[in-house]
RNA sequence: GCCCGGGUGGUGGAAUGGCAGACACGGAGGACUCAAAAUCCUUUGCCGCGAGGCGUGCGGGUUCAAGUCCCGCCCCGGGCACCA
């Protein structure tokens, strides 16, 4: 199959947009000059040019951080490992280490993934949840003297650099090893110390500390700020003043550059720690009158900042980035939270990468002919484990395990012949498939390309009608939990495939719609783990889960929670129709709500009363009006004020109102059934209605009425114009707000006439006689509002 | 902790800043029945005999008018990069 040119061969382009790799090769090429003597000269030398391709590999390998669980012999997520570090699984000890992993640039394609937000009908929330995930910020790098060399720092606040009055690098930074000196300098405070002897016992016992927290522990601004002394002062640019520099595991290694000017008066964080370790705290932005708080992170003129004082923080950031630039010690820059993808996984479910390498170490891609690399047949899942202790073990794979799978005779067509290259172990994440299954559902047969290039054109393509439309799926109906991992890889991916000409389409999911999840109970145990909930007991209001207690929430159904139930039951003991009825009714499709059946009954009647209408139940004959008999006036307004309540609320996706308004008809009509039958039209508009909502049902009774094709040809109705205008209006007058009569006034009658009206009315007219009338407000069609005082 | 969403009767929920509680579940009463189920009808936010008053998580504010807008809290749910 023609899956897109192997993830090895991908580069980015400058712009963020892939292409193949042969073209960086050209293009670096270019710089190469054949000498006389026939030898090549080139401006970069051949590691120079694979330095610059790695850097621009769309898949890479790199040193990332994982959780490495030994005892189990895999890497583990971060949900997966319990608060004091030990695997859910087993209970091992977990090591938060550095591993050669795979990665996916995807943060070579953070500004589209955020520009092109604004081509979707997605819903606001998801957006902003994206475009905060991708957390582009603007700001400047700054360069801070110290006696291990320069240390940089990224900040959105050029601006408080006068503020600034320490320093904090993460405890993993590489330049925190230069920076500890022998001894503690004179200028120490107790507070800085952690107690230990010198700095470098003090750094060390800090890292170590450090390095057993996950980085989601590490945010929790609640807890106590922690930290050390390193011993060194860096020199702030601006003033010359010299600030201690501290380790803190606040500051997090992959964010920015991994450390921070600490500007105590505009942040909380840094505030926080200041008044902890007794640092001085300069107010660089003038807070409002009557200021009480701690840091104040909103607008206002510069203080105590020489050639700033006085400007707004965007004038003064501006005039700052211009300052460090012509100074040479930083400039503007623009940072991303968006990380690159970790796309390698050490199991055995999932898709093997197609690389080979050979004696010499190279990664080297296999050709497009040889594709896909299938999983080797096996029946050892198991990853090998290790002595749970032995930190600095190595993941074997299952794949590992498969010597003859994994040495391989290939002829790579790369001039070399067939070699014995060795394959690489890694399988793809799940996400590698949930990217593109939408692209593959278009063509599932298709043996020769991952999609029909019409195909794809025909259902995704941009709709040439709408300006700006990037094309993609018309509707995606998922869960909000998708907001930003799946959704983001998606739409990267398809990206990659957009940039390389094999999808017309930019975007993978045009309209987005996040239904809400069914809850249901989930318990605990005392580690904080999640335990099956089918075999959780009840006693005395008390939960036991073999034997011992556990704590019970809510939550969305399914394997994390180990709480899924499923509706079979229901679907048993009523059928289909009634289960979809009442999925849809239960409320809006995008809230949640825990399961719970008590009120299906109602479904199940609102099906029940519908038949009966049309059926007679004792013979089963069809119990319309007989040919010729037409509505009555009220049935036919009631008729067309629910079609077109219908229409609007399909179309905005809100069924529990639809079947509401379907409801309120067919309560109409069981009168009008009582009193000599539904006359033929009505009843055929009525199943039309219903039959989005309850198709069996409604094709049912179509072929009861008489027709011999399915109605899933015929137009959804739709409402007489005529019939949804009324002669009168009742509208509500209220006196101060509180509505103290109706009255009822032609259709379209103006201010004048409802006030009129109004007056009229007995106890309005009873209310107003002993009162000054100060001001009257009439909305047409709406209400009447007397204000009296 | 950070980002996003939510909180309305006994219950699920409805309501372009303009009559809070549509529709349904549950409850109460009635009709039909020898009886029961089913069905149909009436009724049902709370307090009060009534007139009337009070009510949309809590506290403030804007407005003639706030469930809806603004500020500050509380609680619940989703996500936090190896669950997918």
Same mark, same amino acid.
């Given at each position: 199959?023609?899956?897109?040119?192997?993830?090895?061969?991908?580069?980015?382009?400058?712009? #963020?947009?892939?292409?193949?790799?042969?073209?960086?090769?050209?293009?670096?090429?270019?710089?190469?000059?054949?000498?006389?003597?026939?030898?090549?000269?080139?401006?970069?030398?051949?590691?120079?040019?694979?330095?610059?391709?790695?850097? %621009?590999?769309?898949?890479?390998?790199?040193?990332?951080?994982?959780?490495?669980?030994?005892?189990?012999?895999?890497?583990?997520?971060? *949900?997966? $490992?319990?608060?004091?570090?030990?695997?859910?699984?087993?209970?091992?000890?977990?090591?938060?280490?550095?591993?050669?992993?795979?990665?996916?640039?995807?943060?070579?394609?953070?500004?589209?993934?955020?520009?092109?937000?604004?081509?979707? &009908?997605?819903p606001?929330p998801?957006?902003?949840?994206?475009?905060?995930?991708? /957390?582009?910020?603007?700001?400047?790098?700054?360069?801070?003297?110290?006696?291990?060399?320069?240390?940089?720092?990224?900040?959105?606040?050029?601006?408080?650099?006068?503020?600034?009055?320490?320093?904090?690098?993460?405890? @993993?930074?590489?330049?925190?090893?230069?920076?500890?000196?022998?001894?503690?300098?004179?200028?120490?405070?107790?507070?800085?110390?952690?107690?230990?002897?010198?700095?470098?016992?003090?750094?060390?016992?800090?890292?170590?500390?450090?390095?057993?927290?996950?980085?989601?522990?590490?945010?929790?601004?609640?807890?106590?700020?922690?930290?050390?002394?390193?011993?060194?002062?860096?020199?702030?640019?601006?003033?010359?003043?010299?600030?201690?520099?501290?380790?803190?595991?606040?500051?997090?290694?992959? =964010?920015?550059?991994?450390?921070?000017?600490?500007?105590?008066?505009?942040?909380?964080?840094?505030?926080?720690?200041?008044?902890?370790?007794?640092?001085?705290?300069?107010?660089?932005?003038?807070?409002?009158? /009557?200021?009480?708080?701690?840091?104040?992170?909103?607008?206002?003129?510069?203080?105590?900042?020489?050639?700033?004082?006085?400007?707004?923080?965007?004038?003064?950031?501006?005039?700052?980035?211009?300052?460090?630039?012509?100074?040479?010690?930083? *400039?503007?820059?623009?940072?991303?939270?968006?990380?690159?993808?970790?796309?390698?996984?050490?199991?055995?479910?999932? *898709?093997?990468?197609?690389?080979?390498?050979?004696?010499?170490?190279?990664?080297?891609?296999?050709?497009?002919?040889?594709?896909?690399?299938?999983?080797?047949?096996?029946?050892?899942?198991?990853?090998?484990?290790?002595?749970?202790?032995? *930190?600095?073990?190595?993941?074997?794979?299952?794949?590992?395990?498969?010597?003859?799978?994994?040495?391989?005779?290939?002829?790579?067509?790369?001039?070399?012949?067939?070699?014995?290259?060795?394959?690489?172990?890694?399988?793809?994440?799940? !996400?590698?498939?949930?990217?593109?299954?939408?692209?593959?559902?278009?063509?599932?047969?298709?043996?020769?390309?991952?999609?029909?290039?019409?195909?794809?054109? =025909? !259902?995704?393509?941009?709709?040439?009608?709408?300006?700006?439309?990037?094309?993609?799926?018309?509707?995606?109906v998922g869960g909000v939990e998708h907001a930003?991992?799946?959704?983001?890889?998606?739409?990267? !991916?398809?990206?990659?495939?957009?940039?390389?000409?094999?999808?017309?389409?930019?975007?993978?999911? =045009?309209?987005?719609f996040n239904q809400g999840y069914i809850l249901a109970?989930?318990?605990?145990?005392?580690?904080?783990?999640?335990?099956?909930?089918?075999?959780?007991?009840?006693?005395?209001?008390?939960?036991? =889960?073999?034997?011992?207690?556990?704590?019970?929430?809510f939550g969305k159904m399914?394997?994390?929670?180990?709480?899924?139930?499923?509706?079979?039951?229901?679907?048993?003991?009523?059928?289909?129709?009634?289960?979809?009825?009442?999925e849809m009714?239960m409320g809006p499709m995008d809230a949640s709500r825990p399961w719970?059946?008590?009120? $299906?009954? #109602?479904?199940?009647?609102?099906?029940?009363?519908?038949?009966?209408?049309?059926?007679?139940?004792?013979?089963?004959?069809?119990?319309?009006?007989?040919?010729?008999?037409?509505?009555? @006036?009220?049935?036919?307004?009631?008729?067309?004020?629910?079609?077109?309540?219908?229409?609007?609320?399909?179309?905005?996706l809100r069924f529990n109102?639809?079947?509401?308004?379907?409801?309120?008809?067919?309560?109409?009509?069981?009168?009008?059934?009582?009193?000599?039958?539904?006359?033929?039209?009505?009843?055929?508009?009525?199943?039309?209605?219903?039959?989005?909502?309850?198709? %069996?049902?409604?094709? @049912?009774?179509?072929?009861?009425?008489? %027709?011999?094709?399915?109605?899933?040809?015929?137009?959804?109705?739709?409402? &007489?114009?005529?019939?949804?205008?009324?002669?009168?209006?009742?509208?509500?007058?209220?006196?101060? /707000?509180?509505?103290?009569?109706?009255?009822?006034?032609?259709?379209?009658?103006?201010?004048?006439?409802?006030?009129?009206?109004?007056?009229?009315?007995?106890?309005?007219?009873?209310?107003?006689?002993?009162?000054?009338?100060?001001?009257?407000?009439?909305?047409?069609?709406?209400? $009447?509002?007397?204000?009296?005082?």
């Amino acid at each position: 199959m023609d899956l897109p040119a192997d993830l090895q061969q991908l580069v980015r382009h400058r712009s #963020g947009r892939a292409r193949p790799i042969a073209e960086l090769e050209a293009e670096l090429a270019a710089g190469t000059r054949a000498l006389p003597d026939g030898r090549v000269w080139s401006a970069l030398s051949r590691t120079e040019q694979l330095r610059v391709l790695d850097g %621009h590999r769309l898949a890479y390998v790199a040193d990332a951080p994982v959780n490495w669980c030994p005892g189990l012999g895999t890497v583990v997520a971060n *949900e997966e $490992v319990t608060a004091d570090g030990r695997s859910d699984r087993g209970n091992f000890p977990v090591f938060k280490r550095n591993m050669r992993q795979w990665l996916m640039r995807i943060t070579a394609y953070a500004d589209r993934l955020i520009d092109d937000l604004d081509t979707l &009908d997605w819903p606001e929330p998801i957006k902003i949840m994206q475009r905060n995930w991708i /957390g582009r910020s603007h700001g400047a790098r700054v360069r801070f003297p110290t006696p291990a060399g320069d240390l940089v720092v990224f900040t959105t606040r050029p601006d408080t650099l006068f503020g600034a009055t320490f320093m904090v690098v993460a405890p @993993e930074h590489p330049i925190v090893d230069a920076l500890v000196p022998e001894a503690w300098p004179d200028a120490t405070v107790a507070a800085w110390t952690g107690g230990a002897a010198t700095p470098g016992e003090a750094v060390r016992a800090y890292q170590r500390a450090a390095q057993a927290k996950s980085s989601v522990a590490r945010q929790e601004v609640n807890r106590e700020k922690s930290g050390v002394f390193t011993g060194s002062f860096a020199t702030n640019p601006v003033n010359g003043a010299q600030i201690p520099i501290f380790i803190a595991d606040y500051v997090l290694m992959d =964010y920015g550059t991994g450390a921070i000017m600490a500007v105590p008066a505009q942040d909380e964080r840094d505030w926080e720690f200041a008044e902890q370790f007794e640092l001085p705290i300069v107010r660089t932005v003038r807070p409002p009158e /009557g200021w009480e708080g701690k840091a104040f992170v909103g607008d206002g003129p510069a203080m105590n900042s020489a050639f700033l004082d006085g400007l707004g923080v965007d004038d003064a950031k501006a005039a700052m980035i211009a300052w460090l630039e012509e100074q040479g010690c930083g *400039e503007g820059t623009i940072t991303y939270k968006l990380r690159d993808w970790l796309f390698s996984r050490q199991r055995y479910w999932g *898709e093997p990468f197609p690389i080979v390498y050979g004696d010499d170490g190279v990664a080297r891609a296999v050709p497009d002919s040889m594709l896909p690399v299938e999983l080797p047949d096996t029946d050892q899942f198991s990853p090998r484990t290790f002595d749970a202790d032995d *930190e600095f073990s190595n993941p074997e794979s299952p794949l590992d395990r498969l010597g003859d799978w994994v040495e391989v005779r290939l002829d790579l067509g790369d001039g070399a012949g067939p070699q014995t290259y060795r394959r690489d172990t890694n399988v793809m994440p799940q !996400w590698a498939g949930s990217c593109w299954y939408e692209l593959r559902y278009l063509d599932p047969t298709n043996d020769q390309r991952f999609v029909d290039r019409e195909v794809e054109r =025909y !259902w995704m393509g941009p709709d040439p009608t709408r300006p700006g439309h990037p094309g993609g799926a018309d509707l995606y109906v998922g869960g909000v939990e998708h907001a930003v991992l799946h959704l983001l890889y998606a739409r990267f !991916w398809h990206k990659v495939l957009f940039d390389l000409g094999h999808v017309s389409s930019s975007e993978p999911f =045009y309209r987005l719609f996040n239904q809400g999840y069914i809850l249901a109970a989930a318990f605990k145990d005392e580690r904080e783990i999640y335990v099956d909930a089918t075999a959780v007991t009840e006693q005395d209001g008390a939960y036991l =889960y073999e034997g011992r207690p556990v704590t019970r929430e809510f939550g969305k159904m399914g394997k994390s929670l180990k709480n899924a139930v499923t509706p079979d039951e229901m679907y048993d003991a009523y059928g289909a129709d009634t289960l979809r009825i009442y999925e849809m009714s239960m409320g809006p499709m995008d809230a949640s709500r825990p399961w719970e059946t008590r009120a $299906v009954p #109602g479904a199940y009647r609102l099906l029940q009363r519908v038949w009966r209408n049309l059926v007679d139940e004792d013979s089963g004959e069809l119990r319309v009006a007989p040919d010729g008999t037409t509505a009555s @006036e009220e049935t036919a307004r009631v008729l067309a004020r629910t079609v077109d309540a219908v229409r609007a609320d399909l179309d905005g996706l809100r069924f529990n109102t639809a079947i509401a308004r379907i409801t309120e008809l067919n309560n109409h009509l069981t009168g009008v059934a009582a009193a000599g039958g539904i006359s033929r039209d009505v009843a055929e508009t009525l199943v039309l209605l219903l039959a989005p909502l309850a198709p %069996h049902l409604a094709e @049912e009774l179509w072929e009861r009425l008489g %027709h011999a094709s399915s109605l899933a040809f015929e137009a959804f109705p739709v409402a &007489d114009p005529a019939l949804l205008v009324a002669d009168t209006v009742e509208v509500p007058v209220q006196v101060n /707000g509180k509505v103290r009569a109706r009255v009822s006034v032609p259709t379209g009658a103006d201010a004048a006439v409802l006030e009129a009206a109004a007056r009229a009315d007995a106890r309005i007219a009873e209310q107003l006689a002993a009162v000054t009338v100060r001001k009257v407000i009439t909305v047409p069609g709406k209400l $009447v509002n007397f204000v009296v005082g």
